[in-house]
């Protein structure tokens, strides 16, 4: 059973930043796609980004490409997501997803974290 623990999230100002973090149970995580989606309120779920398995390929949706990034550290079997120039319209609830497959633009993962709140303040 693959278990994925978010930590990170909270309150920030426009332009500050943020990092998000999941941690990956078990041995897979080498061999799966990772990556964040986040849900605001009264909105469907949406991809945000996502890293392949070598970490050497990322996909991002437009609205955050150049602010946020994703990595993910093999040693502690964790991926990241770091936002920087946090805007309001970026608030939403985050959730960590992994394995499943990236295919034709979108994400479609097998496994889901817990969600983390992240507010941006105007």
């Known amino acids: 059973q693959v278990q994925l623990v978010q930590s990170g999230g909270g309150l920030v100002q426009a332009g500050g930043s943020l990092r998000l973090s999941c941690a990956v149970s078990?041995?897979?995580?080498?061999?799966?796609?990772m990556g964040w989606f986040r849900q605001a309120p009264g909105k469907e779920r949406e991809f945000v980004a996502a890293?392949?398995?070598?970490?050497?390929?990322?996909w991002y949706t437009d609205v955050v490409t150049g602010r946020f990034t994703i990595s993910r550290d093999y040693a502690k079997n964790t991926v990241y997501l770091q936002m920087n120039s946090l805007k309001a319209e970026d608030t939403a609830n985050y959730f960590c997803?992994?394995?499943?497959?990236?295919?034709?633009?979108?994400?479609?993962?097998?496994?889901w974290g817990q969600g983390t709140q992240v507010t941006v303040s105007s």
């Open positions: 078990g041995r897979t995580f080498p061999s799966v796609v």
């Open positions: 997803a992994g394995g499943g497959a990236y295919n034709s633009g979108t994400y479609y993962p097998d496994y």
């Open positions: 890293i392949n398995r070598s970490g050497g390929t990322t």
